[in-house]
């Protein structure tokens, strides 16, 4: 399994966690919800061995030629939103669980601790 040094776990964590606070502010949530669903596919890739593109890069994420599973293009769709705030906040709150699932099983790969009481203080502060 290949990970690049520059996408290790703390700072992919730490990326994550930021756009989960700061999609509070109504002028950034879209660009926060599409961070958080490019940070989920990131992740994917890392936890497939798959080196990911550089961030902000969605090339081969989406479409034919993305190394994705159905299930994984499946949930990246259904996790895209308008403008309602309402939705917004759904819509995150539909990213987390599987966030923490990868966020686990990549800790356990790189001998990371997990600390999931840290993860859930601060997602708790924003959903």
């Known amino acids: 399994m290949f ?18 606070t700061k999609s509070q502010n109504l002028v950034m949530n ?22 990911p593109n550089t961030f902000g890069d969605w090339a081969k994420y989406e479409g034919e030629r993305s190394k994705l599973e159905a ?33 686990k099983n990549l800790c356990n790969k790189l001998g990371i601790e997990e600390n999931p009481e840290w993860i859930n203080r601060i997602i708790d502060m924003v959903i």
């Open 30 to 51: 879209l660009k926060c919800i599409d961070s958080l669903r490019l940070s989920m596919a990131t992740a994917w890739y890392m936890e497939a061995g798959i080196q």
């Open 71 to 103: 299930w994984q293009l499946s949930l990246l769709e259904s996790w895209e939103c308008g403008r309602n705030p309402l939705e917004m906040m759904n819509v995150m709150k539909s990213i987390v669980p599987e966030f923490k699932r990868v966020h």
């Open 3 to 20: 990970i690049s040094p520059l996408t290790l776990l703390p700072g992919s964590r730490q990326c994550f966690l930021f756009f989960v």
